[in-house]
């Protein structure tokens, strides 16, 4: 796996198999666990991890170079997006934090396109399933010692200790919301590996339950939304695997047509469903929120204000939307108007590329090929896309380490690089399962 036969045992290490699957364990722990690293051990440490982690991703795509092929290496949509949100460092009202920021939106795609390259989908969902099976059983045991056993809340993690009560809870991930969402992600995973076959049956079953307690437990209204999505997309994929090939466009049209006939019916019956979920008050306070977003965008909205990520409240325009409000908003709790907001309509539209480009050629190819685990990549975008509308996940950390890697697993399998690449990348993991190949661990 080296890029030559007397590459030393330090470079032997980095292009081995092994040292890829603890590469992709770590930066999956790091990332996914960044607000109990931040709490516990400050942004420092969590910074320095993931910038080591970097540097090690680095030396790692530099032994495998020959396995990689430059013109697949990142999908464009990516490219264009992080290239815009640089550009507005240029006109943000601070110029330094927007470029500090922009570094840790670049850092984290970084590591999630080589986790892309070096493993391939199989091999990504167990190890993300290792670690989410580790978080989740984390944030349980401590909400179990904060609400029954000690019976005391840990504000340091912001636990309230209300599991006793039957929720709301939000484990070692700040929110309930962001645990709901992570719950989610688990459960895709969790039964992908069980159909797979990938771990054993009771480990896979009691995954299952550990995820969906949790995601019952957060109390998450976007929860009920995000399983309904998927849900919805899981029965549509099933059809289309199992539609004949000469029906499947047909079909594939008629979903395409029902799913935006849904979009605006949701919208005109947005009312009913919020009072039905019991989420009334919180979804007034989100408008609330938007409308403020939306009138602070006329000012700038071709090009925005500039990228932040998470808001800094000392800086404009979030310290004004959150003086005007009377609250303290971190995020614009919706990552197309938190987008808009920091990078105009030039960075909506950007980012809708990225997103609708990569769950596009991922359900394409899920529907054409026979192996199940094609599938996770078009409904981890599903639940991706559909959270975005009600909160900003995707823009920071684990969200986008997600979304990135999913936009580079869909673009290797199908994309204009992939007909002009066609013959050239001769390895790599990706390349191999795209063949039935066999795979290392």
């Known amino acids: 796996m080296t890029d030559a036969p007397h590459a030393g045992w330090?470079?032997?290490?980095?292009?081995?198999?092994?040292f890829a699957r603890a590469f992709t364990l770590t930066v999956f722990?790091?990332?996914?666990?960044?607000?109990?690293?931040?709490?516990?051990a400050g942004t420092v440490t969590y910074v320095t991890i993931v910038s080591s982690l970097c540097l090690l991703g680095v030396l790692v795509m530099i032994v495998r170079r020959r396995e990689i092929s430059l013109?697949?290496?990142?999908?464009?949509?990516?490219?264009?997006?992080?290239g815009w949100a640089f550009a507005s460092v240029f006109w943000s009202s601070d110029s330094g934090k927007s470029f500090w920021s922009w570094v840790s939106l670049l850092g984290i795609a970084f590591l999630a396109v080589v986790i892309g390259h070096v493993r391939d989908t199989l091999q990504t969902v167990r190890a993300l399933g290792d670690v989410l099976r580790v978080l989740l059983a984390v944030s349980l045991v401590v909400e179990v010692l904060s609400g029954i056993l000690l019976d005391i809340p840990f504000t340091f993690?912001?636990?309230?200790?209300?599991?006793?009560?039957?929720?709301?809870?939000?484990?070692?991930?700040?929110?309930?919301?962001?645990?709901?969402?992570?719950?989610?992600?688990?459960?895709?995973?969790?039964?992908?590996?069980?159909?797979?076959?990938?771990?054993?049956?009771?480990?896979?079953?009691a995954s299952v339950v550990l995820a969906g307690g949790l995601a019952v437990l957060s109390d998450s209204p976007t929860v009920v939304v995000l399983a309904l999505a998927v849900g919805l997309a899981v029965g549509a994929?099933?059809?289309?695997?199992?539609?004949?090939p000469e029906r499947r466009a047909a079909l594939q049209l008629s979903l395409g047509a029902l799913v935006v006939i849904g979009v605006f019916v949701g919208y005109a019956a947005r009312h009913p469903i919020i009072a039905l979920l019991g989420a009334g008050s919180d979804f007034s306070m989100r408008v609330d929120l938007w409308n403020r977003m939306v009138d602070i965008v006329r000012f700038r909205p071709v090009q925005g204000w500039g990228w932040f990520g998470p808001w800094d409240l000392h800086e404009f325009p979030f310290n004004a939307i959150n003086a005007l409000l009377g609250e303290q908003h971190a995020t614009g709790l919706n990552a197309f108007f938190d987008v808009t907001?920091?990078?105009?309509?030039?960075?909506?539209?950007?980012?809708?590329?990225?997103?609708?480009?990569?769950?596009?050629?991922?359900?394409l190819v899920a529907g054409e090929r026979r192996s199940v685990i094609y599938a996770w990549t078009p409904l981890v975008l599903v639940a991706l896309l559909v959270d975005s509308m009600f909160e900003s996940f995707t823009l920071t950390g684990l969200g986008w380490l997600m979304l990135v890697l999913c936009a580079v697993r869909a673009g290797q399998s199908r994309s204009w690089r992939e007909r002009l690449d066609s013959g050239v990348d001769a390895g790599g993991p990706a390349a191999a399962e795209g063949q039935g190949l066999p795979h290392a661990p």
């Open 10 to 18: 330090f470079g032997t290490l980095l292009g081995s198999a092994s």
């Open 29 to 40: 722990g790091a990332v996914f666990s960044s607000f109990a690293i931040e709490r516990i």
């Open 71 to 82: 013109l697949r290496l990142v999908p464009t949509s990516v490219i264009v997006f992080v």
């Open 157 to 205: 993690l912001g636990v309230q200790g209300a599991i006793a009560d039957f929720g709301p809870i939000q484990g070692i991930f700040g929110t309930r919301n962001l645990l709901g969402f992570v719950a989610v992600i688990a459960l895709i995973t969790f039964l992908i590996e069980y159909r797979t076959q990938s771990v054993r049956p009771g480990v896979s079953v």
């Open 237 to 244: 994929l099933a059809l289309v695997r199992h539609a004949s």
């Open 341 to 363: 907001l920091q990078l105009g309509w030039v960075g909506l539209v950007l980012f809708l590329a990225l997103g609708a480009l990569a769950l596009a050629r991922s359900w």
